[in-house]
Protein backbone atom coordinates (compact mmCIF):
# COMPACT_ATOMS: atom_id res chain seq x y z
CA UNK A 1 0.00 0.00 0.00
CA UNK A 2 1.30 3.06 -1.25
CA UNK A 3 1.59 6.01 0.88
CA UNK A 4 2.34 9.38 0.57
CA UNK A 5 2.76 12.40 3.87
CA UNK A 6 3.79 15.86 3.05
CA UNK A 7 5.10 18.01 5.43
CA UNK A 8 5.97 21.93 6.06
CA UNK A 9 5.62 24.90 7.19
CA UNK A 10 1.78 25.52 7.65
CA UNK A 11 2.44 29.64 7.86
CA UNK A 12 4.62 31.50 5.09
CA UNK A 13 4.81 35.29 5.03
CA UNK A 14 4.17 36.90 1.59
CA UNK A 15 7.07 37.07 -0.77
CA UNK A 16 8.74 34.03 0.48
CA UNK A 17 9.28 30.89 -0.44
CA UNK A 18 6.85 27.86 0.19
CA UNK A 19 8.71 24.95 0.82
CA UNK A 20 7.02 21.18 0.92
CA UNK A 21 7.90 17.59 1.03
CA UNK A 22 6.31 14.72 0.38
CA UNK A 23 7.37 11.33 1.95
CA UNK A 24 6.79 8.43 0.02
CA UNK A 25 6.38 4.96 1.66
CA UNK A 26 5.12 0.97 0.19
CA UNK A 27 6.63 2.07 -2.75
CA UNK A 28 9.70 3.56 -4.90
CA UNK A 29 9.37 6.92 -6.55
CA UNK A 30 11.82 5.40 -9.45
CA UNK A 31 9.18 2.96 -10.32
CA UNK A 32 8.24 2.78 -13.81
CA UNK A 33 5.63 4.75 -14.90
CA UNK A 34 4.42 6.75 -12.54
CA UNK A 35 4.70 10.55 -11.91
CA UNK A 36 4.10 12.43 -8.75
CA UNK A 37 2.37 15.85 -8.11
CA UNK A 38 1.66 18.49 -6.07
CA UNK A 39 -1.92 19.90 -6.47
CA UNK A 40 -3.59 22.25 -4.27
CA UNK A 41 -7.56 23.70 -3.28
CA UNK A 42 -7.84 27.08 -2.54
CA UNK A 43 -10.69 27.44 0.21
CA UNK A 44 -13.74 27.44 -2.02
CA UNK A 45 -11.85 26.68 -4.97
CA UNK A 46 -11.01 23.79 -7.16
CA UNK A 47 -8.13 21.80 -7.36
CA UNK A 48 -5.34 22.73 -9.08
CA UNK A 49 -2.97 20.84 -10.37
CA UNK A 50 0.85 22.62 -9.98
CA UNK A 51 3.24 20.50 -11.33
CA UNK A 52 4.77 16.75 -11.16
CA UNK A 53 8.19 14.56 -11.50
CA UNK A 54 8.53 11.73 -13.33
CA UNK A 55 9.64 8.39 -12.29
CA UNK A 56 12.94 8.90 -14.48
CA UNK A 57 13.28 12.72 -12.67
CA UNK A 58 11.32 14.83 -15.58
CA UNK A 59 9.96 17.98 -14.64
CA UNK A 60 6.27 19.08 -15.69
CA UNK A 61 4.66 22.52 -14.42
CA UNK A 62 1.06 24.19 -15.13
CA UNK A 63 1.68 27.04 -17.62
CA UNK A 64 0.13 29.39 -14.95
CA UNK A 65 2.67 28.53 -12.05
CA UNK A 66 5.69 27.14 -14.02
CA UNK A 67 7.78 30.96 -13.63
CA UNK A 68 7.21 30.28 -9.68
CA UNK A 69 7.31 26.39 -9.39
CA UNK A 70 10.25 24.08 -8.55
CA UNK A 71 9.77 20.11 -7.74
CA UNK A 72 12.99 18.16 -7.15
CA UNK A 73 13.65 14.86 -5.10
CA UNK A 74 15.51 13.14 -3.01
CA UNK A 75 15.45 9.28 -3.91
CA UNK A 76 18.23 8.58 -1.36
CA UNK A 77 14.74 9.44 0.94
CA UNK A 78 12.24 8.36 -1.40
CA UNK A 79 10.67 12.24 -1.24
CA UNK A 80 9.62 14.56 -3.50
CA UNK A 81 9.43 18.69 -2.79
CA UNK A 82 7.67 21.75 -3.83
CA UNK A 83 9.19 24.77 -3.53
CA UNK A 84 6.69 28.09 -4.69
CA UNK A 85 8.20 31.74 -4.50
CA UNK A 86 6.74 34.73 -4.15
CA UNK A 87 4.09 33.70 -2.59
CA UNK A 88 1.03 36.18 -1.77
CA UNK A 89 -2.16 35.78 0.16
CA UNK A 90 -3.70 33.91 -3.36
CA UNK A 91 -1.47 31.07 -2.58
CA UNK A 92 -3.11 30.23 1.06
CA UNK A 93 -4.79 26.65 -0.18
CA UNK A 94 -4.49 22.75 1.10
CA UNK A 95 -1.27 21.37 -0.78
CA UNK A 96 -2.11 17.34 -1.58
CA UNK A 97 1.22 15.21 -3.31
CA UNK A 98 -0.48 12.17 -5.30
CA UNK A 99 0.88 9.80 -7.23
CA UNK A 100 -0.79 9.37 -11.28
CA UNK A 101 -0.48 7.12 -13.88
CA UNK A 102 0.43 10.69 -16.08
CA UNK A 103 1.75 13.71 -15.29
CA UNK A 104 -1.05 15.58 -14.44
CA UNK A 105 -3.34 12.57 -13.47
CA UNK A 106 -5.32 10.06 -12.51
CA UNK A 107 -4.48 9.88 -9.08
CA UNK A 108 -4.58 6.63 -7.25
CA UNK A 109 -2.82 7.64 -3.94
CA UNK A 110 -2.99 10.96 -2.29
CA UNK A 111 -1.40 12.13 0.41
CA UNK A 112 -3.66 13.93 3.52
CA UNK A 113 -3.12 17.19 2.80
CA UNK A 114 -1.83 19.78 4.26
CA UNK A 115 -2.77 23.47 4.99
CA UNK A 116 -0.46 26.62 4.17
CA UNK A 117 -1.40 29.83 4.61
CA UNK A 118 0.39 32.95 3.20
CA UNK A 119 0.02 36.03 5.50
CA UNK A 120 2.26 38.35 7.43
Known amino acids: QVQLQESGPGLVKPSQTLSLTCTVS??????????WSWIRQPPGKALEWMGA???????YYSPSLKSRTSISRDTSKNQFSLQLTSVTPEDTAVYYC????????????WGQGTQVTVSS
Open 98 to 109: ARGTGYSGPYRY
Open 53 to 59: IGYEGSN
Open 26 to 35: GGSITTSAYY
